[in-house]
């Protein structure tokens, strides 16, 4: 073979290394975990796969679950603490004057929200002294996406900056709302109560993708699916909710939801990694003699 061919049979080789790797990425799946609270009997974290398998657990009384920046944090009686991914350890955040109803993570800005005797809160996550807003209301089912946290208050759903500064009516609906979960990637706002789950725009609240028949309470949203907990059971659909696929069932009933999702690493990680080096090897290759 000259040397002008096998220059060129090698360049092709290293482009269809780099081509398998962009195909793997395009294929790749992610890895999602799902953390349950069961109030004194505590938290387990479960891995996402079929058939779903237990990771690890915690026997601390936990009610309320928020994860974010890699660790996961939930609240018993008037205290939010905080654990690891895989819960490992055990650290206070803060306490506070009453229960607490319910939490958010904003990972991007080191923001927790609580909600709780009648205010919902914004505090650095840093710093748990520092407090960056409030808003004087009853609020329960948290969710920070897109710039902004989302709750309901009763029948009602509403909106606020990341800082707590002012509010928004989203959407009222006929009966109370039991769950709220938001997925900003696809702007999907979705909501349980009066025996359905449904999928609505934030923007336009009016538009509706779709929804299901059933008495959910806990909603999870991330990767292109939901997770609907109604009862002691654990259902996940698409993102329009098209569908019902049975996840897993609990001995007990959990109390809240959370959910970690990251990519899985693909094919195309370890050829990006590596190309430095093949380009080196191509460029000793061709100045090689014959």
């Known amino acids: 073979m000259s040397r002008q061919r096998l220059h060129s049979f090698r360049w092709a080789s290293l482009l269809f290394v780099v081509a398998v790797g962009t195909a793997e990425t395009a294929r790749g799946g992610s890895v999602s975990v799902l953390y349950q609270s069961f109030g004194s009997s505590g938290i387990s974290a479960i891995n996402l796969t079929n058939p779903p398998t237990g990771l690890a657990g915690l ?4 009610s309320y679950l928020a994860y974010g920046g890699g ?19 055990l650290n206070t955040f803060r306490s506070f004057g009453g229960p607490i109803t319910g939490l958010a993570v904003d990972a991007a800005d080191h923001i927790l929200y609580l909600s709780g005797g009648g205010e919902v809160a914004a505090i650095s996550l840093t710093n748990p002294n520092v407090g960056y807003g409030a808003l004087n209301i009853n609020a329960s089912n948290l969710d920070f996406s897109g710039g902004s946290l989302y709750f309901s208050s009763g029948n009602t759903i509403y909106s606020s900056s990341k800082y707590l500064s002012g509010l928004n009516t989203v959407k009222s609906f006929g009966g109370l ?28 609240p009016n538009l509706g993708y779709g929804a299901l028949n059933i008495n959910a309470s806990n909603l999870v949203a991330g990767d292109g699916m939901v997770y609907i907990q109604s009862g002691d059971t654990i259902y996940s659909s698409s993102k329009y909710l098209q569908g019902l696929n049975t996840v897993l069932t609990s001995n007990s009933l959990p109390v809240d939801l959370a959910l970690f999702s990251a990519p899985e690493p693909s094919t195309c990680t370890l050829v990006l990694a590596g190309l430095p080096m093949l380009l080196g090897l191509a460029r000793r290759l061709r100045r090689r003699k014959p």
Do not use: C, K, M, R
């Open 59 to 62: 026997g601390d009384s936990a």
């Open 71 to 89: 660790n996961l944090y939930f609240s018993s009686g008037n205290t939010v603490y905080w654990t690891s991914q895989n819960l490992t350890g």
């Open 177 to 204: 709302v039991t769950g709220l979960a938001v997925d900003a990637a696809d702007h999907i706002l979705y909501v349980a109560g009066g025996g359905e789950a449904a999928s609505i725009s934030p923007t336009n």
